[in-house]
């Protein structure tokens, strides 16, 4: 059952019962993301997520990861382009303790210097593996080229540089900008009451009353650069963008859909025909990102040098293939059975349920039942989905990166010279 109240200095607090489960999974939501970092601040979302578990007034850091290990529970966060969540998974019984434990996090965090010192050459660590770990560090070049002069395109983490001036002054100027009531969000999942959650979780966040932030996020325009990175590397590591679909186009349904049918499952087309058929790839997907306003359709492989060509000509036929012909009812059908799939086995887990309260929330203001987002993926057609591949398909609409040890004359040569 899925319930929602708004807290009266406008905190959202959402909440869905599962009478069957033995445990809670929970989190405090902010709408607020790397996207939203003036060029000073990068990387200031992520720092601050590390630091809130750095000790509280009332709780040191060791005391934080006792008392989460004392109830058996899972705690963690992440930041994301859009948003940061501080969450955490325990038994039913223990809910009341997980949530003084995760609002004196979020409210109570002292930022001691000493602590941020210590934490800035964690992340600095965090950033150079990154850098060192090729087939990720692809992505971050990337998205800088293709959604260029756009906070959304670059890295989460930020830089070496401003990790190393982020301080404490600069992190409570930001979270009283950023961390507002109508950004912040509260979600639940398992065997809970709602009412009893309100009561445990609305005391301590009705207490939050910053500044509103009127800032808002502008729509980033895409770029297709055809880039060569060179690098003293094993493998060429090629990376190709396209636009994509926002998190709330309806048109999402027919980009995932096709998503599968290209590259993302074992069975799609460029698994089966690159790595399968002709052994030319480990490591060969497809995937999308997408975001509240703007989506990316992209494809990844790490190849051999030698292999470069035969691979992007390759890809350069599915795609074309993908543009001009329907795809066969049994691709259709088995994909939909994937997607569906998928959604109902991890809607088992607690803590999917809790991320999916949240983000509907966020872009829909509302519960979306399974079964809603089942007849949309029945309802897509295989002239749905070529209809929309051929909006977003060009070789000129196509950013391409090739990033390792490239030979001279392949500089030149992406798809149709």
Request: hydrophobic letters at 40%; one cysteine or more.
């Amino acid at each position: 059952m899925y319930r929602k109240t708004v807290l009266g200095n406008g905190i959202r607090v959402v909440t869905e019962k599962i009478p069957f489960a033995h445990s809670v999974s929970t989190g405090i939501w902010v709408s607020t993301g790397s996207r939203d970092e003036n060029p000073a601040e990068r990387g200031i979302t992520h720092f601050i997520e590390h630091m809130l578990f750095k000790g509280t007034r009332r709780r040191s850091a060791l005391d934080i990861a006792k008392e989460f290990d004392s109830v058996g529970g899972f705690a963690n966060a992440f930041t994301s382009k859009e948003h940061i969540c501080f969450h955490a998974k325990v038994l039913a019984a223990h809910l009341p303790k997980v949530t003084d434990l995760l609002c004196d996090l979020f409210l109570e965090s002292v930022f001691d210097p000493a602590e941020i010192g210590r934490e800035q050459s964690v992340i600095v660590q965090e950033i150079r593996m990154v850098e060192d770990t090729p087939d990720e560090f692809i992505h971050v070049l990337f998205q800088e080229e293709f959604w260029k002069q756009n906070p959304l395109g670059l890295p989460i983490y930020g830089t070496v540089e401003t990790v190393e001036k982020a301080g404490r002054k600069e992190m409570l100027d930001f979270l009283a900008a950023h961390f507002n009531p109508e950004k912040i969000l509260v979600s639940a999942a398992g065997n809970l009451d709602h009412d009893h959650f309100i009561d445990l979780i609305g005391p301590s966040m009705e207490k939050v009353g910053h500044l509103k932030n009127k800032a808002r996020r502008l729509p980033p325009d895409s770029h297709f650069p055809r880039r060569v990175v060179k690098k003293e590397l094993e493998q060429v590591h090629l990376l190709i963008g396209m636009d994509g679909t926002s998190q709330r186009d309806e048109a999402r349904f027919a980009s995932h859909l096709l998503n599968v049918i290209l590259g993302s499952s074992m069975s799609s087309r460029l698994f089966q025909e690159i790595r399968e058929k002709r052994g030319l790839a480990y490591s060969v997907y497809s995937f999308s990102h997408n975001h509240e306003d703007s989506g990316m359709t992209g494809i990844y492989a790490g190849v051999s040098p030698e292999n470069v060509r035969e691979v992007l000509a390759l890809i350069d036929r599915e795609l074309s293939k993908l543009s001009r012909d329907l795809v066969t009812e049994a691709e259709l059908d088995s994909a939909k059975e994937y997607v569906k799939g998928n959604m109902y086995i991890n809607s088992e887990s607690n803590d999917y349920r809790m991320n999916r309260l949240a983000k509907n929330e966020f872009l829909f203001g509302d519960y979306i039942a399974f079964e809603e987002i089942e007849k949309k993926i029945n309802a897509v057609t295989a002239e749905d989905m070529r209809t929309w591949f051929k909006e977003i398909y060009s070789p000129q609409k196509m950013a391409i990166m090739l990033y390792g040890p490239v030979e001279d004359e392949l500089e030149a040569i992406f798809y149709r010279g």
